[in-house]
Structures are given as C-alpha cells and as structure tokens.
C-alpha cells in the first residue's frame, strides 16, 4: 500500500518549539525517509473557530507556510497547501458529518475541556463560548485526513483522540457504501508533548511557548523565563527534573547531554543553564531563520508555492470526491 503521510499545523500564533518538534520535525523526517505521497498543510479554516481577526490570521498562515520550508520541507516533492484552498474537503466534512454520532462530538478533548473551564468560573450556560466550528472540529479534521486516503498523520499526543475518530467516522462510511476510506494510524512519539515555560504544555492558547524565529535578543529573553526552583546556584541538581534539560535534550547529542547533566549534578546556576541552552536554540535555528526572513519579505513566492501545492492536492481529492459523490447517490 502506498504510503500517503499528511499532517496540518494550525495558523494561530508564531509557531513555537512544541510544534516544531511534536509535528513538524517528525513529519519531515517521515516524509524523507518512508512516503510515497506526503501532503503538509495549514489548517487555515481550524483556526476560525478562535481567530476572527483577518489580518492576524493572513499573518499566522504565511508563518507557517514560510516556517515548514525554513524547517527543511521540499516543495518539490512534498505538497504544501493552505486547507482552505481545497472545497473539496468542505464537501466531505458535510458527508462525513452524516455518519458521526453527535454523542462523539460532546466527548471531544476541546469541547470538554471548555466546558470544564466555563463550569471552573461558575458560568450557568456551559456552552458558553462554544461556537459550531469548535463542536465540528474534530469533523473537519476527518475530512482533511480522509480526503487524501492517507496512512500516516505525524501528531502530537494531544491530537490521537482526533485520529480515533477520523477511524471510526471512517469505518461508518466503509460499513455503509463499501470500502472507500484507509484507515490513518497516527505517529507520535511516547511522552513526547514538550513543555512550555511556565512547566505546562507549551501551547499558543497559554501563550508559554518559545516562537521558533526570535531574534537573538527576544530568543534569550524567553529562555530565561524558564520556570526554575529556587536553589542556589552552587546545590547539585537533577537533570531529569529540569524543563531546561528536557529541552536541552531534543537540540543536542547523547554526549553533550552526559556532559550537561554532569555540570547539573556538580552544581550549576540556573542563568548558566539557560544560557547554554539559549546558545544551543539560537545555533540550531541559525540558518533556518534566514530562510524564513527571506521567505516572509517575499510573501509572493509563497503565494505562488501554496497555489501549486492547492493545485496538486485537489488533483489527488478530485477522484475521491467523485467516488463518494456517486456511492451516496447525489450524482445522478
Ligand atoms: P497549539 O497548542 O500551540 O495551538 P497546535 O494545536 O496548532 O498547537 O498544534 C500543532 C501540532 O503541534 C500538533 O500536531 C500538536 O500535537 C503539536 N504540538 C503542539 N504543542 C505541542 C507540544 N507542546 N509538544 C508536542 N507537540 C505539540
Ligand atoms: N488539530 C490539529 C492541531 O490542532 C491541526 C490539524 C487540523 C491537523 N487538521 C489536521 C493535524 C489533520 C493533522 C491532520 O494541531
């Protein structure tokens, strides 16, 4: 079977090392070693349901159009393309939605985790701040997975209760008109959800996230907001109870991590730490931001690059969607 590897980012915010490490990184390193057919996009639609600021979001998508090129992906061969740049899979959300129990939709992580928050402040209504496109998320992500039959979705843990129900939207299709869509099994790595500042998940909505692109000044500043104990700089200290070392680990080599836990455990101040790690971010993201500062002040060529990649995405969706069209009897 052909393996089709596909994976979005969603244009909320500048992209941060909790993206750049949980999907983007393992979705090039798929897509270079295993894919037949990889399709990398920029969920633009997802992040209406919170983003209703066009400018901001116009922003946000050349942001993540221009950081999955600087972070290594090859236009050439894999597809780039913007979400909403392909009514087909608008199409397909609808059909789809057709075979989901709405009872799926009310045990979604997101939706349950706004209800807890609106019960948390006491509010009487807990829809409150609900919107149709939050509640369908998890629909409209089906459809961009389903869309182009694919295999493989690089995600973060966060996102495996979303692939069980592309499956499971999926396998209601098939049992009904036949075999029509794959089954996508997700790649993520275990306890791989990388922590933000303040020790929780680093995430745009809690706003503790390290953007990828800083310049060198705004890259150390962050840094040195690491959450930290308050022992004094010459106690030893546990290296695998360090949000600096945990992120210390994913830029450098088993050795350079044997000999900054040794440091750790003789003693080292926390401002050392982090300069070392600030050091080790800004090299590793050196030649990936010139890239990128090229790409954004040349918002053309990324135009022309998402409506190439639109263009050979839909080729891949047309079929599929005419398939569908016909197996549910709408095309005469
Ligand atoms: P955010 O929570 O910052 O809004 P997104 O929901 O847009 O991030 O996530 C985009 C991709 O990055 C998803 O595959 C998600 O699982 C992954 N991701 C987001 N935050 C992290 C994190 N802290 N650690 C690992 N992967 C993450
Ligand atoms: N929901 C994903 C996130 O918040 C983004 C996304 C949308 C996605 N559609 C997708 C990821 C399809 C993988 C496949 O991170």
């Known amino acids: 079977m052909a393996e089709i590897v596909l994976t979005g980012i969603k244009p909320t915010g500048e992209v941060h090392l909790g993206n750049y490490l949980g999907a983007i990184r393992p979705a090039i390193d798929t897509t270079s070693q295993s894919a037949d057919t990889s399709l990398l996009f920029i969920a633009d639609y997802h992040s209406l349901t919170s983003m209703h600021k066009g400018e901001d979001l116009r922003h946000s ?58 019960q948390a402040d006491g509010k009487k209504d807990l829809d409150h701040g609900v919107n149709m496109g939050l509640y369908n998320y998890p629909v409209l992500m089906s459809a961009d997975i389903l869309m182009f039959n694919s295999t493989k979705v690089p995600v973060g843990e966060d996102q495996i209760q979303h692939l069980e129900f ?104 926390w401002g050392e730490a982090k300069q070392i790690l600030f050091e080790k971010i800004e090299n590793y993201f050196t030649e990936k931001k010139e890239v990128y500062d090229d790409l954004m002040a040349d918002t053309g ?18 079929p599929l969607l005419n398939e569908i069209r016909k197996k549910t009897g709408v095309s005469l």
């Open 301 to 318: 060529r990324l135009d022309q690059i998402l409506d190439d990649g639109a263009q050979r995405a839909r080729e891949i969706a047309r």
């Open 166 to 269: 592309a499956r499971d939207i999926a396998q209601k299709f098939n049992n009904n008109y036949g075999d029509t869509f794959t089954l996508p099994e997700p790649i993520t790595k275990k306890d791989s959800l990388i922590p933000g500042l303040d020790g929780r998940k680093m995430s745009k909505s809690y706003n503790n996230g390290i953007p990828l692109f800083l310049d060198s000044k705004k890259l150390r500043k962050k840094v040195m907001k690491i959450k930290t104990d308050s022992s004094p700089p010459e106690s030893p200290k546990d290296p695998d109870d360090s949000l600096i070392f945990d992120l210390y680990k994913y830029f450098s080599t088993d050795e350079e991590q044997n000999q900054l836990a040794e440091t750790y455990r003789a003693g080292i101040a």
């Open 61 to 118: 998508i050349y942001n993540v159009a221009a950081t999955w090129i600087a972070c290594g992906l090859d236009t050439s061969k894999s597809i780039l393309y913007k979400q909403s740049d392909i009514p087909e899979i608008f199409e397909l959300q609808w059909i789809l939605s057709c075979f989901t129990p709405k009872g799926f939709m009310n045990r979604a992580h997101a939706y349950k985790a706004k209800l807890d928050a609106n």
